[in-house]
Each structure stands twice: as structure tokens, then as C-alpha cells.
């Protein structure tokens, strides 16, 4: 709330701060997918879930570099471009005598983030972090007994 007043703190010289009466309000929409199935008959199953999340307006903090200071002044824009993808599947079978069964676990997140950064003071980019992280697990039960094995 107190990024929208046009007001200027410089109770640090060094660190101004502006609020942006223009600011936009940030808005996030999200996009869910899931899918189950399991067999009793065989004992197999599969599920899937699936997430894209999309933030719209989203707010960073610019900050310019004073040389005659030696300070900053930050002032809080908006900036597109900030997403994330995540997904997990997994499956479990049962082998032929269903006395053993084999699972899979699978996570991925794939991330887009989108700031505002100053390397030198003259010249002010944008810059986007890209992530991507997987997590694979396979996972075997025989009677009370468990094995896992993570990639």
C-alpha cells in the first residue's frame, strides 16, 4: 500500500525510496490440470498434476544509482513475464505374483522470473532467471520392507 503514495523517504540519504502512484495492481492466474487412474485387477496406477502459474503486473523494485551521492533511489515498477510451470507424474505397478510393487515419482518446476537490476550506474536492464529442477524417484515394497533409490 505505501508503494502507491507518491511519497519520497530519505531518512537515509544513501537509500531514497519513491512510492509509484502509478503502480498497477499485480495478478496472478493459475492453470491446474490433474489426471488419476488406478486397476485393482492388475494393482496399477498412474497420476499426473500438472500447475502454470502466470503473474501479470508484477511488481519490482527499480533502483538508480546517484553519482553525485553515491546513493540509490528505489521506486517500485511494474514488469511482465513472471511464470512458473511444475508437473509431477507418477506410477506404481504391481509384478506378477503382487507380492512386489515398483513406483515412480517424477517433479519437475520450470521458473521464469523477470527484475529490474542496475549492473553499472548509467545503464538499467532487465533481467530473467531461468529454473528448471527435476527430482526422479523409484520406490519398491515387498511384504513391510521398502527401497527407495532418488536420481
Do not use: H
Not at 6 to 15: C, G, K, Y
Not at 57 to 70: F, H, L, P, V
Not at 78 to 100: E, M, Q
Request: net charge positive; charged share 15%.
Amino acid at each position: 500500500m505505501i508503494d502507491l503514495l507518491p511519497i519520497t523517504d530519505n531518512t537515509d540519504p544513501l537509500n531514497i525510496t519513491i512510492g509509484n502512484p502509478g503502480l498497477k495492481p499485480a495478478f496472478t492466474n493459475e492453470l491446474r490440470m490433474e489426471y488419476n487412474i488406478f486397476k485393482p485387477e492388475t494393482q496399477r496406477g498412474m497420476f499426473s498434476f500438472f500447475n502454470f502459474r502466470n503473474v501479470l503486473n508484477d511488481i519490482s523494485n527499480r533502483k538508480i544509482y546517484n553519482e553525485e551521492t553515491g546513493g540509490y533511489t528505489t521506486t517500485p515498477e511494474n514488469i511482465n513475464g513472471n511464470w512458473n510451470l511444475f508437473g509431477i507424474v507418477g506410477t506404481n505397478t504391481a509384478l506378477r505374483n503382487k507380492k512386489y510393487t515398483i513406483n515412480t515419482f517424477t517433479r519437475t518446476n520450470y521458473q521464469n522470473m523477470i527484475k529490474i537490476s542496475q549492473q553499472i550506474p548509467i545503464r538499467i536492464q532487465l533481467n530473467a532467471c531461468l529454473s528448471v529442477n527435476v527430482y526422479v524417484e523409484l520406490t519398491g515394497t515387498t511384504g513391510g520392507n521398502y527401497l527407495s533409490t532418488v536420481l
